[in-house]
């Protein structure tokens, strides 16, 4: 996969176990990441974002802590003190949540002060550098849950036909220039026409507008070229294939090694029923 890491040493038996920090948003994704790190013979200790990020975590990690969006001392202060060194951002954090429940402390309010462009990568990327300065890494995840992400071939669903796998191909192309001018991660494609391209409204609602326009499309969902593996990386779950099912779509493509699966048993499973395609694409 294009500048993935290697993956690392798991802990091996009589070895201590390793800690690895998550700072949880909200989503499916953080439970989908400690859960795969747990398996994997990680310690997982959460941070939890008040307001944002399902209490129901607690279940799926050894240890979870509370803040409240912008307490970036307090993160790392938790993390440090149950001996992380290195971190996973997972799952997202809400705009509006900055005009209701942020509490910003002197190191959010600095970098927010040197940065001329706000929630973009530039902000998560300065945020990532501030942690590493505070003895805490924000890595990216392949390395340390490589099972989350899609591989190459066959996922779910029926055998897909030549001319859907046509459709993938050139919408794994077509994605490539798009998301080279930052504009989404998702093409939906029919026979070779563009039908659909993601913007501000996300993968499940660009599917559904598609479905709209004409039924048996393909979409396909990839990274940006150059994106940051720490953060935003594209994801499907479940809820992705009951909007392909809505709008009868007939295959998913997914970029293998870059794209997340959330939930994967039960993804699988819906993709049967619905008779829908799931393949994964070298990038």
């Known amino acids: ?22 700072i949880a948003g909200n989503g499916r994704l953080p439970f989908a990441l400690a859960r795969a790190a747990r398996a994997a013979g990680f310690r997982v200790v959460a941070v939890g974002h008040v307001g944002e ?19 970036l001392r307090r993160i790392a202060a938790e993390l440090r003190g149950e001996g992380v060194g290195k971190a996973l951002l997972a799952g997202g954090l809400r705009k509006a949540s900055w005009f209701s429940g942020a509490r910003p402390d002197l190191a959010a309010l600095g970098l927010l002060a040197k940065l001329r462009a ?49 459709d993938a191909r050139e919408g794994i192309r077509i994605a490539r220039l798009l998301g080279a001018a930052d504009v989404g991660q998702t093409v939906v494609l029919r026979e070779g026409a563009v039908v659909a391209v993601e913007a501000m409204e996300g993968t499940d609602a660009c599917i559904r507008r598609a479905g709209e326009l004409v039924p048996g499309a393909v979409v396909v969902k990839c990274a940006k070229p150059g994106q940051d593996l720490r953060f935003d990386l594209p994801a499907v779950g479940p809820g992705t294939v009951a909007a392909l099912a809505a709008a009868k779509a007939r295959l998913l493509a997914l970029e293998a090694g870059a794209t997340l699966i959330l939930d994967r048993e039960e993804l699988v499973r ?7 395609s799931i393949v994964g694409i070298a990038g």
């Open 270 to 276: 819906d993709a049967g029923r619905a008779r829908i």
């Open 1 to 22: 996969m294009r500048g993935a890491p290697a993956e690392v040493k798991r802990p091996g038996a009589g070895s201590a176990m390793e800690t690895l920090g998550l």
């Open 118 to 166: 706000r929630g973009d990568d530039g902000l998560l990327r300065a945020i990532a550098d501030w942690f590493s300065e505070q003895g805490v890494e924000i890595v990216p995840p392949h390395g340390f849950v490589p099972g989350c992400f899609a591989a190459e071939g066959a996922l779910a669903g029926p055998p897909a036909d030549d001319e859907a796998l046509a």
């Open 53 to 71: 990020t399902d209490p129901a975590l607690e279940g799926e990690v050894d240890r979870l802590g509370w803040v409240r969006l912008g307490q």
